[in-house]
């Protein structure tokens, strides 16, 4: 069968790979080995707090079940609208607010709406794989530019500027950013936003973790920048509701009619139960559990890096949110026996069993050195992964 040269050009999420192999491993092995703990996916360990879950359980008792408007329940976008206004101070109009099947969905129309054949989109390598794929999809070229631990392997203006070019469509951030958990510096994506502004450009934000910020330096939405920033967010990790698939973006007004015809035809609609659940994130109770999981994953980074350091991993820089740990392995290469940080992904597995993500899938300039391990596990588990692994050290 002759498949399509755009799908032909995605490669295969290897983060899932991976962990289809360490699953694979741990039913091959039953009972005879240590259970695999996996710190492979980015996904919390938490699940969604009772007051959504009684919500979700009303609505299909209910018979609530029926589609809804494609850009999502008004009232979930007003509460959407409320969440900016009460934790950021700022003023987002739910019209400017599309609610979708997650951020993939948020992305894809995106960049349906806004990216012509052969239009460059420059992002900083390392960055999340499928962010990457979005944009071969719709056709157009994603740039990866290397970023330094200095950048805080984020883009800046000047490596935004240095790498335009006539083709260039504009930027695709995420802050913090997966797989480092690193956000970009306030005043550096201002100048970013400019200089793309000042070339007719787009500045897309996928800010699916600022909800799980550490740090009050850098945890501000790039809505407050002005009305044409695009920012893609979910339910997925701040709100624990992964496989629920909902998610959001927000849009300047003029692009609201044009996402709005294209989730008609893709979608028809984010799935409407989880609509009805989600309205129950933003209750005061939920959003007292969801603060105290931000204080858990704050906790466990403050734990594992210092950890993962003194076995022989670095961590260039620390993350100020989501829950990765972006580290060099290379210092275990040698006593492995392994060419790179894909091979030592698999050798964790087999040896240690513990599941983590070679940097292949985020990246070419050093992704060689690199494993993310997510940490949106339990405590436990994670100081049993760190005294497995040490316990094999170089
Ligand atoms: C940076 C980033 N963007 C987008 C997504 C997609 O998230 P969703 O579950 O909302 O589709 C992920 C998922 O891990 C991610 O890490």
Redesign the pocket.
Known sequence: MKIAKRAERIEPFYVLEVAKAAAQLSQDAGNDTKPMIHLT???PDFTAPPLVQEAAIRAIRAGATQYTPAIGLGLLRERISDWYRQRFGIDVPARRIVVT???????QLICTALIEAGDEVLMPDP??P??RHFVIAAEGCPVVVPTTAAERYQLSAEKVAENWSDKTRGVLL?SP??PTGTSIHPEELRRIHAFVQSKGGITLL?E??LGLSHDDAFGQTGLTLDENVIS??????YFSM?GW???WLVAPEPLVPVIERLAQNFFLCPSTVSQHAALACFEPESIAEYERRRAEFKARRDWFIPALEKIGFKVPVAPDG?FYAWADCSEWFHAWDVPSSWEFAFEAMKRARVAISPGRDFGAAETARFVRFSTANSMDNLQEAVARLSALRP
Do not use: P, Q, V
């Not at 099947?101 to 992305?107: F, H, K, M, P, R």
């Open positions: 996916i980015g996904e099947a997650g951020a993939s969905a948020a992305l960055c999340y499928c962010n995420a950013s997966n996928d699916l973790y893609i967010n979910s339910f997925s990790k992964t698939r909902l998610g989501a």
